[in-house]
């Protein structure tokens, strides 16, 4: 079976290349991939390459598929696993498999660590650890765009679970968000600040009272209201508002007097800036929790915390970083009830642009960039769509499509790229 696939040989040496998967072993599975969202952590592999935590030393000899963030469907199944999957069974991954043994132990991961696996490519070979360590995830909803957006959806919830509270005399940490409390999500509404609000909006086992949501980009908060408005948020029994702190003179003070001076009881962070780091630390509550949720894309990240609070007022600090299995059960379970994440999509293209977008994603505007790797198209944002009717009626549709679902990519629009991909041509 030929393969297409991105991988990654060194520093920014991304290359698309056509060549031969091995042959499949019996407790081995091999997939056709639809889609992949290009995620920052990508960006941050592709130029930290042998460097980077998870991935290999010997890229330049034995380079690895990038893209962790995928979805399609089983092709052929080994003898080992045909009790438990079979041909035609769509899927989601966990890329975090903690597998000990892996190319780079227990930190490797599908998109970092496998020659053979990795969302942007055509096809793959899914080995044996994956389904070992039950990260081969059945996807039953809808379309497949919804699987591949669970891994980021996954990651937001693993750090609203891994928010923790204390009780004043007791050692026992009470892990959660405070259910009825008050919650910040600063510098959130890029693609994993939305994917936080929806969620936050949308579980039914606990909510915050008060959800207040910071940026400097008064058109980002826009679209994010747009998306997932007050007056909804007010049905779920959620006092939501959108912030510019850009426009404020004292943004800790003024987002305080939003809590009636008390500050936030989850506060999380959605930039490696020090600056939005010592914000959140600003406006906690007594017994606040500072979720840092931004990965730096350098070692030496920095910035200063209250101590003095740490000591009297018990406020506390902790990261994550990506999901795990119950994390994407999760997820996906809720999309296969209607939680939609198409509000973190912006940009939809073909496997041949997967090089460029990766290397420059920080630089390129919108949300989530969707490729759909056995489609040539270039990518387009869903906002063009229309203007690129004009000349193409693949492009006329799918404007259509997406028009009728508020602009948002959706099911039939990706079952009409599919069906008609070779007319982009």
Known sequence: MKTKAVRLYGKDDLRLEEFELPPMGDDEILARVVCDSICMSSYKAAHG?????????????????????????????????????????????????NFPDGPVGVLSAPGYSYRYIGGDATYVIIPNEVMEQNCLLHFTGAGFYPASLSEPMSCVIGAMHANYHLTPGSYVHSMEIKDGGRMALLASVGPMGLAAINYALHREDRRPSLMVVTDIDQSRLDRAASLYAPAYAASRGIRLIYVNTGKMENPAASLRELTGGEGYDDVFCFAPVPAVVEQADDILAFDGCLNFFAGPSKAPFKASFNFYNVHYAYTHVVGTSGGNNDDMREAIAMMSEGLDPSGLVTHVGGLGEVIETTLNLPSIPGGKKLIYTHVDMPLTAIADFRAKGETNPVYAELARLCEAHNGLWNVEAEEYLIAHADELR
């Open 49 to 97: 390459a042998d460097t980077h935590k998870r991935v290999p030393r010997d890229i330049a000899e034995h380079p690895t598929i990038i893209g962790h963030e995928f979805a399609g469907e089983i092709v052929q199944v080994g003898n080992k696993w045909q009790h438990q999957f079979k041909p035609g069974d769509k899927f989601s991954i966990q890329p975090a498999i």
